[in-house]
T-cell receptor, first 112, second 115 residues
Framework: DVKVTQSSRYLVKRTGEKVFLECVQDMDHENMFWYRQDPGLGLRLIYFSYDVKMKEKGDIPEGYSVSREKKERFSLILESASTNQTSMYLC???????????FGPGTRLTVL | AQSVTQPDIHITVSEGASLELRCNYSYGATPYLFWYVQSPGQGLQLLLKYFSGDTLVQGIKGFEAEFKRSQSSFNLRKPSVHWSDAAEYFCAVGAGSGGYQKVTFGTGTKLQVIP
């Protein structure tokens, strides 16, 4: 079974802090994604990566950056956390550009 | 660019009753279509997908969906709902030409199952 793990289930940070969300997949997938999920808005794509060291902006990249130094790991970085970044963050991976995505359990981030 | 609409934010059904969750998409060609389920506190899990071929697709947990090109719809159905089906359901559409084919998710339908 594909397993996607996220470093924390719950995280509380203060405004202005630098925040790292880590995601690891164990199935050698090429593609990895970061979404945020907010009530009534569904999932919105922040960034994705289709290869090591490659990244592409999604629909809402402002305030975020990503890093993919190894194939299995995709990190989301909030350079200076703000209260409007309080959300559920979901990581996913997929073997090809158009195929099902496998999701991690999510990280619920609260920025105070 | 593609888009997907789930017109029902919240649906309540009785256990044992049938279920239909609506999904409409907008895209000029044939899209790739998915239904995912999210149980409370969990990530999303794929229920079924449509890429081509038979327009009636069978998925896990007794779910099925039918692709209707003329109506731009991909509704999810289950003949008899179980209490464990209470969750949030997301329709998604994948489309694009060459390179990365973007997947867009709907806003979700939350299903409540009453005894």
């Amino acid at each position: 079974d594909v397993k996607v793990t996220q470093s924390s289930r719950y995280l509380v940070k203060r405004t202005g802090e630098k925040v790292f969300l880590e995601c690891v997949q164990d199935m050698d997938h090429e593609n990895m994604f970061w979404y945020r999920q907010d009530p009534g808005l569904g999932l919105r794509l922040i960034y994705f990566s289709y290869d090591v060291k490659m990244k592409e902006k999604g629909d809402i990249p402002e305030g975020y950056s990503v890093s993919r130094e190894k194939k299995e790991r995709f990190s989301l970085i909030l350079e200076s956390a703000s209260t409007n970044q309080t959300s559920m963050y979901l990581c996913a991976s997929s073997p090809s550009t158009i195929s099902e995505q496998f999701f991690g359990p999510g990280t619920r981030l609260t920025v105070l | 660019a593609q888009s997907v609409t789930q017109p029902d934010i919240h649906i309540t059904v009785s256990e044992g009753a049938s279920l239909e969750l609506r999904c409409n998409y907008s895209y000029g060609a044939t899209p790739y279509l998915f239904w995912y389920v999210q149980s409370p506190g969990q990530g999303l899990q794929l229920l079924l997908k449509y890429f081509s071929g038979d327009t009636l697709v069978q998925g896990i947990k007794g779910f099925e969906a039918e692709f209707k090109r003329s109506q731009s719809s991909f509704n999810l159905r289950k003949p008899s709902v179980h209490w464990s089906d209470a969750a949030e359901y997301f329709c998604a559409v994948g489309a694009g030409s060459g390179g990365y084919q973007k997947v867009t998710f709907g806003t979700g339908t939350k299903l409540q199952v009453i005894p």
